[in-house]
């Protein structure tokens, strides 16, 4: 699967974004390392702490699903109808892909036209994990 192909997985997932308070939506595509895809969007709540990021949203539909290991995430968003140049996953998101990915995992982001490509431990340096508990 190419980055172009992932991110266009997550450009059809964003369709589903349910954000009526902030009016961003964001679409997500995770690829496992068996091959699948789980996308994701994210979905507000009135009381608003409540609300799910797209790439948790893929995160935890993989791992209810049996699938514990990754190869490259894939994130838009945008206001409304528009997509940003670049929509990088909050902080939350990142220690939670932190939890099952290597920091060498790619994250691709930007748009069709124009592909930003980062790693998980760039977005996430010095990071605290499963390493800092004696969890291997
Ligand atoms: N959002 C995501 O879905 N992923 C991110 O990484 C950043 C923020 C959503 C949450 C909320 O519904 C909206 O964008 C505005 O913060």
Redo the contacts with the bound molecule.
């Keep these: 699967m190419t980055d172009k192909e992932l991110l266009l997985l997550a450009v059809e997932a964003r369709e589903f ?1 349910y ?1 009526p ?2 009016s ?1 939506k ?1 679409g ?1 595509a995770l690829l496992g390392k068996s091959g699948k895809v789980y996308t994701g ?4 709540n009135a009381a608003y702490t409540p ?5 948790r949203t893929a995160l935890f539909k993989a791992v209810s699903e049996g699938e514990r290991e990754f190869s490259a995430i894939a ?1 838009v ?1 945008g206001l409304g109808d528009a997509l940003s140049d670049v ?4 902080g939350v ?1 990142r220690q939670v892909l932190a939890e099952f990915c290597d920091g060498d995992m790619p994250i691709i982001m930007g748009t069709p036209e124009k592909i930003v490509r980062s790693t998980l431990s760039d977005l996430l340096p010095l990071s605290f994990g499963k390493c800092d508990l004696n969890k291997q």
Excluded: D, I, K
């Excluded at 929509?87 to 909050?90: F, H, N, W």
């Design positions: 974004a954000a308070y902030s961003h964001v997500a969007c994210n979905v507000e609300t799910n990021c797209a790439e994130v968003g929509c990088a996953p909050c998101c």
